[in-house]
């Protein structure tokens, strides 16, 4: 396999992967809080680098669709993080935030 090819496969993999995540997600904080607002903003900026990468992808430019769908992810799973998002202890798509 090529470059080119393992390039795409990634690609296809991490946009699978963020579409998983970004079904599962729940926003986690209170209607009209400071934190609504934060929390929308979040969304905001995953769905422009998502927007992004799927640009990216329709141009061939797959080098920078990997870089946007790096930056949306790094977006939901912050916010996972952070409990602006509830990721439902799902270890495997988010880095939860653990106590013990």
């Known amino acids: 396999m090529n470059l ?3 390039l795409a496969e990634r690609v296809e993999k991490y946009m699978a992967l963020e579409e998983e995540a970004l079904k599962k997600i729940r926003i986690s904080v209170p209607q009209g809080s400071h934190l ?4 929308e903003d979040f969304l905001e900026m995953i769905r ?3 927007n992004d990468a799927s640009h990216f992808i329709s141009q061939g430019d797959l080098v920078n669709a990997l870089s ?7 977006w939901i799973d ?4 952070f409990g602006l998002f ?3 202890g799902d270890t495997r798509l988010f880095t ?3 106590t013990d």
């Open 68 to 74: 946007a769908l790096n930056y949306s992810y790094g």
């Open 86 to 88: 509830d990721g439902f």
């Open 96 to 98: 939860v935030f653990r």
């Open 36 to 39: 609504m607002t934060v929390a």
């Open 48 to 50: 422009n680098y998502k």
């Open 4 to 6: 080119q090819e393992r």
């Open 78 to 81: 912050a916010g996972v993080r």
